[in-house]
């Protein structure tokens, strides 16, 4: 047997030792972290649905009619009116023919990608997909083929040399390090044009981009004959938890017969479907929401800017500062958390080799005082000799 303990002294050693921080609050830019209260810019929360009074009602509601648990997988006896609800109210909201609601995006994606691949196909995946894509590939055992980030020369060869079997190209609508978004409509033509699946993973996109927060793919113009098969959670931008995938009548209905991360788990907890149907109301109602988080993005930026601090490529609420190693990155995110921010570093294998950082996100429930908190904070970094 291995050592296990050399391996954890060797994370630790390359700064790449994670550990949890014990939240006592709500979700809110201000949090209760290890019993200290921080300012928090790290959060995925983007619209500042999961502590709303409405969400939270609806849950309270939801466990009172239906109970905690769901007792049981979709199948058998666990799909309750809440889930049912929600789906409808999904596939309307994204404007497809259905959707189907799974535990987790995490099990989405690997539910999915297994339903339609098999030994013999080929996934197509950038880069710098999220690893729920890359593993559902994985577990699929189709062929693995990797492009550079949303360079569409290079899938196009790929595809371009794809030899029998079924295609599938998955990316993230928004890269969820990066905060930048898929060159859609380009991916649309490509896989139409070479008969290939398109599956585009909205975790960030949805409730954020798109006319009423319908997601990176509306906010292209795209419909379902463009994007065959979305997936969007739950836990983000609509504060609660959970996810699904949408798309047409057939594609549910095979994932429902074959989808092996659907078809044996628990349904969700009722409440958090009814939670979810409430957040879904609000992310249409409340659009000022979506103009609030807009307006902080800008306020950031041009912050940033004028500190001349490296900021990415990203109109998104995810504005990520590039600090190259994992020990820059931890030391700056030290740095903040001394000053009373909490803005955890992100390193490899999460990112790339040599492009840790730090992943500033920005929520509707932060104020403008509290961005120029963080831009103050950030300009006291200490940048070395960064690249
Ligand atoms: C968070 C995330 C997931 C996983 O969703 P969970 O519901 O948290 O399991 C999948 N894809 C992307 C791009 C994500 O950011």
Redesign the pocket.
């Known amino acids: 047997m291995k050592s296990l303990q050399q391996e954890l002294d060797r994370r630790r050693a390359e700064h790449l030792y994670r550990r949890r921080r014990v939240l006592g609050s709500p979700q809110g830019p201000l949090l209760q972290v290890d019993g200290v209260e921080l300012l928090s810019f790290c959060s ?1 929360d983007y619209l500042g649905l999961a502590n709303h009074p409405e969400v939270i009602a609806a849950m309270q509601h939801g466990a009172s009619k239906y109970g905690a648990g769901s007792g049981s997988a979709h199948l058998v006896s666990g799909h309750s009116t809440a889930h049912h609800a929600l789906e409808e109210e999904l596939a309307a909201f994204t404007g497809r023919s259905r959707a189907l609601l799974y535990s ?6 690997q539910g999915v990608i297994t339903a339609l691949l098999g030994r013999g196909d080929t996934i197509y995946q950038d880069r710098l997909n ?1 690893a ?2 890359i593993d559902g590939g994985l577990l699929s055992r189709a062929h693995l083929k990797r492009y550079a980030h949303n360079d569409m020369a290079a899938l196009a060869s790929q595809l371009d040399n794809h030899s029998g079997g079924e295609a599938l190209v998955a990316v ?1 609508g928004v890269f ?1 390090m990066d905060g930048d978004l898929a060159p859609l409509p380009e991916l649309a033509t490509l896989c139409a044009g070479r008969d290939a699946w398109l599956l585009v ?1 909205d ?2 996109g949805l409730g954020v981009l798109g006319s009423d927060g319908r997601g990176s793919v509306d906010h292209f113009g795209l419909g379902q004959t463009d994007v065959p098969v979305l ?1 969007g ?4 931008a609509f504060g609660t ?3 699904f995938v949408a798309g047409s009548e057939e594609l549910i209905e095979t994932l429902i017969q074959q989808s092996r991360s659907y078809i044996y788990t628990t349904a969700l907890p009722p409440p958090v479907a009814e939670a979810t149907r409430a957040s879904l109301r609000l992310v249409q109602k409340e659009s000022w929401r979506r103009e609030q988080l807009q307006q902080l993005i800008r306020q950031f930026r041009a912050g940033a800017e004028q500190l001349g601090l490296l900021l990415m490529d990203s109109e998104t609420a995810i504005q990520p500062l590039l600090a190259g190693s994992a020990e820059r990155a931890i030391s700056w995110s030290r740095a903040l958390e001394e000053e009373g921010l909490l803005v955890t570093a992100i390193r490899p294998p999460t990112v790339p080799e040599g492009s840790a950082r730090l992943r500033v996100t920005l929520s509707a429930s932060h104020t403008a005082e509290q961005v120029d908190r963080l831009l103050d904070a950030l300009g006291r970094l200490d940048q070395g000799n960064s690249k």
């Not at 959670?233 to 983000?236: A, S």
């Open positions: 995925n987790t995006g995490y099990m989405a994606n999220h729920s894509l993230d969820s993973d975790a960030h997936m959670t739950l836990g983000k938890f959970g996810a």
